[in-house]
């Protein structure tokens, strides 16, 4: 991910590629962030379906929302985690 114009990478394992990818993200941003609801919507229709995704997060007793898209459920998940991140920091 880049912050500041920096690209900054992080490896990760987690309960799959998701809970991976958020935890490699938070290694990144240094910040505990709680993830309160996780909720996944084909938009399309078809094998080359587009995924929504939508997050709840907590930081610090506040909730945070974050959406994403994309056909990659992954990448999908980490857009909108990223979305809910950028209205923390």
Known sequence: ISINGKQ??????GN????AAY???NKIV???VGLD???????TGGSDDVGR????????????YGFGAD???VVASVK??????????
């Open 30 to 32: 240094k910040k505990k």
């Open 53 to 64: 995704v939508h997050v709840q997060l907590r930081y610090k007793g506040n909730i945070y």
């Open 23 to 25: 935890t490699a993200v």
């Open 71 to 73: 056909t990659d459920i």
């Open 8 to 13: 900054k990478s992080a490896k990760a394992t």
């Open 37 to 43: 609801e996780y909720l996944v919507q084909a938009i």
């Open 80 to 89: 909108a985690y990223l979305d809910g991140l950028n209205k923390i920091i």
């Open 16 to 19: 799959g590629p998701v809970d």
